[in-house]
């Protein structure tokens, strides 16, 4: 980097002790060098020196009494990145490894990842260091309103509109909107991810996964393949993984593995996906229990394991960093050609080398995952219109902004690399360019 080392610089000054934020500016600030040759107009305009820092960060107390009577006490947050071209939109994730360079590094990729779709929105991101796991459902809904009342005073329909993420699913979303409606007396599209019959959208459920398997159908039918018949590794066992499994099932993909935060299973014969589904949605057990179902198939503790099964496609789907440069090697090596990301920066920055060097074709988070928000915004504009769309109709327009995501990311990556498939270039270029025009455009306070 030449002309953003001091933006870079200046990062890891004012923002000690967050690595994975730094990570993730990193990776931005790398491809943007090309783009700001062409516009030093934005350089001049402080746009990188801007878009680095959050526009608002919110930490906040949330203490709640748990079964035992006990006063606990966890940390909330909101951090309200980019509003240059939409209202802030981002999840929320509960989980004890939540901090705020964790929730900044989220709100950072948000801001691109938003502008791909193509809707109006900004970028955020929040969440708490609350764990859910083993908490009844009454401790839930007392975090989760004691949660709200403080998030309500900084979130609207036309202001910041959270939704889920990691720990945060349709239990969550609807203690949260119960709270927020008692305390503001409105019913308005503050928040998506709702549950159908009370502002929720038909697809949002299946959306990031199915959005991720659109996205990769379009880069390998641009390299004459596809998933038909190949073998694919699925990370993780939650919203995106179990919905991602579904698609590439439907789309002849044969899915031999999945995992939770303990370990994973290996299914030679194809994962039953409706045996996942009953023991992640109904029972909320842990994917362990897998083997009740299916005699033939193997668990082996620890979660990283699940990178060294020989597949053609691994599709991350638990968690940031969960793929190292080692494990990028494994892959490599047992033949894998492709990865796409369901998981926000599951790969490190020294994995996607190797990819690179490896010529894989790489379909990076800002773009592969970005079908989950895309269908949060079709859910607001549904909310805003007071109409419901049918599943096939969010369906179709969720495949169509997977493919312009796709065409959007590959034609920025060959203008400016020459390389249509240097996805990570291009996903960076085309999200911030429009950010940037809108920043540019709306000027700076004299
Ligand atoms: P869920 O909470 O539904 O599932 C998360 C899954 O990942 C669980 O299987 C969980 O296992 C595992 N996991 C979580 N943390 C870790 C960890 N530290 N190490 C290993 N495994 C872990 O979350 P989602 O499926 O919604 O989210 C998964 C990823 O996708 C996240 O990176 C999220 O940011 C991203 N994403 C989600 C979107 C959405 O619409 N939901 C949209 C775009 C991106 P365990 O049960 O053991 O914790």
């Known amino acids: 980097m030449k002309l953003l080392q001091s933006v870079y610089d200046s990062v890891l000054a004012r923002n000690p002790g967050q690595p994975e934020f730094h990570q993730a500016v990193y990776e931005v600030l790398e491809s943007l060098e090309p783009v700001v040759e062409k516009h030093p107009e934005w350089l001049k305009a402080g746009i990188l020196d801007r878009i680095v820092e959050p526009e608002r960060?919110?930490?906040?107390?949330?203490?709640?009494?748990?079964?035992?009577?006990?006063?606990?006490?966890?940390?909330?947050?909101?951090?309200?990145?980019?509003?240059?071209?939409?209202?802030?939109?981002?999840?929320?994730?509960?989980?004890?490894?939540?901090?705020?360079?964790?929730?900044?590094?989220?709100?950072?990729?948000?801001?691109?990842?938003?502008?791909?779709?193509?809707?109006?929105?900004?970028?955020?991101?929040?969440?708490?260091?609350?764990?859910?796991?083993?908490?009844?459902?009454?401790?839930?809904?007392?975090?989760?309103?004691s949660f709200m009342t403080e998030l309500s005073m900084h979130i609207g329909a036309d202001t910041d509109v959270p939704a889920g993420d990691i720990g945060v699913g349709a239990r969550e979303i609807g203690f949260l909107y119960g709270q927020y409606k008692r305390l503001r007396n409105e019913f308005t599209g503050v928040l998506t991810g709702k549950g159908l019959g009370w502002g929720g959208s038909l697809a949002r459920t299946e959306a990031t996964g199915y959005g991720l398997c659109y996205f990769m159908d379009n880069l390998l039918k641009a390299n004459g393949k596809s998933f038909d018949g190949k073998t694919v590794v699925i990370s993780g066992s939650g919203n995106v993984a179990i919905y991602a499994t579904e698609k590439a099932q439907q789309m002849g993909a044969k899915v031999v593995a999945l995992s939770d935060s303990n370990?994973?299973?290996?299914?030679?014969?194809?994962?039953?996906?409706?045996?996942?589904?009953?023991?992640?949605?109904?029972?909320?057990?842990?994917?362990?229990?897998?083997?009740?179902?299916?005699?033939?198939?193997?668990?082996?503790?620890?979660?990283?394991?699940?990178?060294?099964?020989?597949?053609?496609?691994?599709?991350?789907?638990?968690?940031q960093n969960e793929i190292d440069a080692e494990s990028a090697k494994t892959l490599i090596a047992n033949g894998c050609w492709a990865v796409g990301e369901g998981a926000n920066m599951p790969s490190t920055n020294e994995a996607i080398a190797q990819y690179q060097a490896a010529k894989l074709l790489f379909g990076p988070a800002k773009a592969a995952n970005a079908g989950g928000v895309a269908t949060s915004a079709l859910e607001m504009s549904q909310n805003s219109q007071r109409l419901e769309w049918t599943f096939e109709e969010v369906d179709a327009k969720l495949k169509g902004i997977m493919k312009s995501i796709y065409e959007s990311a590959s034609k920025a990556a060959q203008e400016y690399t020459g390389d249509s498939n240097n996805l990570v270039a291009g996903a960076n270029i085309a999200g911030f360019v429009k950010v940037a025009k809108a920043m540019y455009a709306q000027g700076v306070a004299y």
């Open 57 to 145: 960060q919110i930490m906040f107390r949330v203490s709640w009494i748990d079964d035992q009577g006990n006063v606990q006490v966890n940390r909330g947050y909101r951090v309200q990145f980019n509003s240059a071209i939409g209202p802030y939109k981002g999840g929320l994730r509960f989980h004890p490894s939540v901090n705020l360079g964790i929730i900044k590094f989220l709100g950072f990729e948000q801001i691109f990842k938003n502008s791909l779709t193509t809707l109006p929105i900004g970028g955020g991101k929040g969440g708490s260091d609350f764990d859910p796991k083993g908490k009844s459902d009454r401790e839930i809904m007392a975090f989760c309103q």
């Open 263 to 319: 370990g994973y299973i290996y299914h030679a014969a194809g994962i039953d996906l409706a045996a996942v589904k009953e023991i992640k949605e109904v029972k909320r057990g842990r994917i362990k229990d897998y083997l009740n179902y299916h005699k033939d198939a193997e668990y082996h503790e620890g979660c990283r394991g699940i990178w060294t099964i020989k597949c053609d496609i691994a599709l991350p789907c638990a968690t």
